[in-house]
């Protein structure tokens, strides 16, 4: 069954990579959560999408540039809705803590591109390992390098590239990084791709799919999962037509 992962948590519906977003893509049925992951200055890993705070809370500059307790005064809520004024930045280990005690699985991106993070690959594996998730834990990155690090230091943890480019058989290219999967942008995943990609083992997962007709697409196409805004309607939509 295709499974559905809540991409940033439920972000159509709360506000991106907070708690409440995780635990609501919970409630919803989701098999999953995507999230990203940086550092602060100090070293501490943090749950953000952007290279800087400005978009997703009421402070300006670059996550690199704030300590832990410095950027844990943000409101990371009140951007999205009055109703989520106040909500601080979750820490990875917040985030594990918390999930280790649900079956969810986590998909967690690198972003270690436009800013490099020394040691980041280390401190997210070190952080898995304490709270026993390797076995349900997937890195990805669009910073390949990264993820051949991580293949390299820890090959028991499973990683995934992210694209978003119209490449040419990429199980190919995932497989000699010793990557285990395909985390596409949704306009590239072509019927061929998609068939050459299941024909070869490797599993595939688009994003950001909020869409019914795209998710009963790449169901009925065998993806192994989706990334989705929207989980509780992904699930719904998924459910029906397994028995419709």
Known sequence: MMKILAHRG?????????????EEAYRAGADGIELDVQMTKDGALVIVHDAKVDRTSNGTGWVKDFTLDEIKELDFGGWFSEEFSGLR????EEVLDWI???????NIELKNGAVRHAGLEDGVVRLVRQYRMEERVIL?????????????????VETAILFMEGLYEPWHYARSIGANGLHCYLPVAVPEFLQGAQQNGMPVRPFTVNKAAHIRRFKDAG??????DFPERAVKIRDESSVG
Do not use: K
């Open 10 to 22: 439920s972000s159509g519906t709360h506000p991106e990579n907070t708690m409440p977003a995780f």
């Open 89 to 92: 930045i979750p820490t990875l």
């Open 100 to 106: 280790s005690g649900t079956s969810l699985e986590l």
């Open 140 to 156: 990805s990155s669009f910073n390949h390098y990264s993820l051949v690090d991580v293949h390299r230091n820890y090959s028991d």
């Open 223 to 228: 993806c192994a999962g989706i990334f989705t």
